[in-house]
Protein backbone atom coordinates (compact mmCIF):
# COMPACT_ATOMS: atom_id res chain seq x y z
CA UNK A 1 0.00 0.00 0.00
CA UNK A 2 1.55 3.48 -1.06
CA UNK A 3 1.24 5.88 1.44
CA UNK A 4 2.83 9.98 1.18
CA UNK A 5 2.07 11.42 4.82
CA UNK A 6 3.36 14.99 4.90
CA UNK A 7 4.25 17.47 7.86
CA UNK A 8 5.52 20.54 8.74
CA UNK A 9 2.84 23.10 7.59
CA UNK A 10 1.10 25.57 10.20
CA UNK A 11 0.46 29.19 10.60
CA UNK A 12 3.50 31.31 9.57
CA UNK A 13 3.86 35.39 9.68
CA UNK A 14 4.17 36.87 6.01
CA UNK A 15 8.26 36.79 5.15
CA UNK A 16 8.86 33.51 7.47
CA UNK A 17 10.20 30.30 6.25
CA UNK A 18 8.50 26.97 6.56
CA UNK A 19 10.05 23.48 5.39
CA UNK A 20 7.65 20.88 4.46
CA UNK A 21 8.26 16.84 4.51
CA UNK A 22 6.57 14.12 3.08
CA UNK A 23 7.67 10.59 3.85
CA UNK A 24 6.92 8.12 1.51
CA UNK A 25 6.21 4.16 1.81
CA UNK A 26 5.03 1.41 -0.38
CA UNK A 27 6.73 2.71 -3.27
CA UNK A 28 10.26 2.38 -4.46
CA UNK A 29 11.55 6.02 -4.01
CA UNK A 30 14.37 6.04 -5.94
CA UNK A 31 12.86 5.79 -8.97
CA UNK A 32 9.92 7.92 -8.83
CA UNK A 33 9.51 11.93 -9.69
CA UNK A 34 8.48 14.13 -6.70
CA UNK A 35 6.38 17.33 -6.62
CA UNK A 36 4.80 19.30 -4.33
CA UNK A 37 1.69 20.97 -5.40
CA UNK A 38 -0.85 23.40 -3.80
CA UNK A 39 -4.58 24.73 -4.01
CA UNK A 40 -5.67 27.65 -2.34
CA UNK A 41 -9.62 28.03 -1.74
CA UNK A 42 -11.73 28.35 -4.67
CA UNK A 43 -8.36 27.92 -7.10
CA UNK A 44 -7.11 24.66 -9.08
CA UNK A 45 -4.46 22.71 -7.55
CA UNK A 46 -1.20 23.80 -8.93
CA UNK A 47 2.45 22.74 -9.24
CA UNK A 48 5.03 24.20 -6.76
CA UNK A 49 8.20 22.12 -7.91
CA UNK A 50 9.03 18.71 -8.56
CA UNK A 51 12.27 17.01 -8.62
CA UNK A 52 13.29 14.39 -10.99
CA UNK A 53 14.73 10.85 -9.70
CA UNK A 54 18.34 12.25 -11.04
CA UNK A 55 17.35 15.41 -8.61
CA UNK A 56 16.98 18.17 -11.63
CA UNK A 57 14.35 20.36 -10.28
CA UNK A 58 11.89 22.92 -11.46
CA UNK A 59 9.41 25.18 -10.14
CA UNK A 60 6.41 27.69 -10.31
CA UNK A 61 7.79 30.95 -11.32
CA UNK A 62 5.56 32.22 -8.28
CA UNK A 63 7.79 30.37 -5.83
CA UNK A 64 11.45 30.62 -7.98
CA UNK A 65 13.73 31.89 -5.76
CA UNK A 66 12.05 31.35 -2.11
CA UNK A 67 11.91 27.57 -2.31
CA UNK A 68 14.16 24.43 -2.44
CA UNK A 69 12.89 20.98 -3.20
CA UNK A 70 15.37 18.08 -2.20
CA UNK A 71 15.22 14.72 -1.63
CA UNK A 72 17.05 12.00 0.50
CA UNK A 73 16.48 8.55 -1.30
CA UNK A 74 17.94 7.07 1.87
CA UNK A 75 14.66 8.20 3.64
CA UNK A 76 12.37 8.33 1.86
CA UNK A 77 11.40 11.74 1.95
CA UNK A 78 11.00 15.02 -0.07
CA UNK A 79 11.16 18.40 0.89
CA UNK A 80 9.79 21.96 0.20
CA UNK A 81 11.72 24.41 2.37
CA UNK A 82 10.05 28.09 1.32
CA UNK A 83 11.41 31.43 2.57
CA UNK A 84 9.65 34.89 1.98
CA UNK A 85 6.53 33.85 2.88
CA UNK A 86 3.42 35.58 1.16
CA UNK A 87 0.09 35.68 2.52
CA UNK A 88 -0.90 34.29 -1.19
CA UNK A 89 1.32 31.29 -0.52
CA UNK A 90 -1.84 30.14 1.76
CA UNK A 91 -2.94 26.85 0.80
CA UNK A 92 -3.12 22.97 1.19
CA UNK A 93 0.03 21.15 0.07
CA UNK A 94 0.25 17.84 -1.73
CA UNK A 95 3.07 16.01 -1.76
CA UNK A 96 2.87 13.91 -5.32
CA UNK A 97 4.80 10.31 -6.51
CA UNK A 98 5.04 9.85 -10.35
CA UNK A 99 6.63 7.08 -11.58
CA UNK A 100 5.69 7.36 -15.46
CA UNK A 101 2.86 10.32 -16.87
CA UNK A 102 0.88 6.82 -18.42
CA UNK A 103 -0.34 6.03 -14.82
CA UNK A 104 -1.76 7.97 -12.38
CA UNK A 105 0.16 9.45 -9.69
CA UNK A 106 0.18 9.04 -5.57
CA UNK A 107 -1.33 11.91 -3.49
CA UNK A 108 -0.74 12.75 0.39
CA UNK A 109 -3.71 14.01 2.75
CA UNK A 110 -2.35 17.37 2.11
CA UNK A 111 -1.12 20.10 5.17
CA UNK A 112 -2.16 23.24 5.61
CA UNK A 113 0.05 26.67 5.05
CA UNK A 114 -1.48 29.67 6.36
CA UNK A 115 -0.01 33.19 5.86
CA UNK A 116 -0.82 35.76 8.08
CA UNK A 117 0.46 38.08 10.43
Known amino acids: QVQLVESGGGLVQPGGSLRLSCAAS????????MGWYRQAPGKQRELVAR???????NYADSVKGRSTISRDNAKNTVYLQMHSLKPEDTAVYYC???????????WGQGTQVTVSS
Open 51 to 57: IVSGGST
Open 26 to 33: GIIFSRYE
Open 96 to 106: NARFSYSVPAY
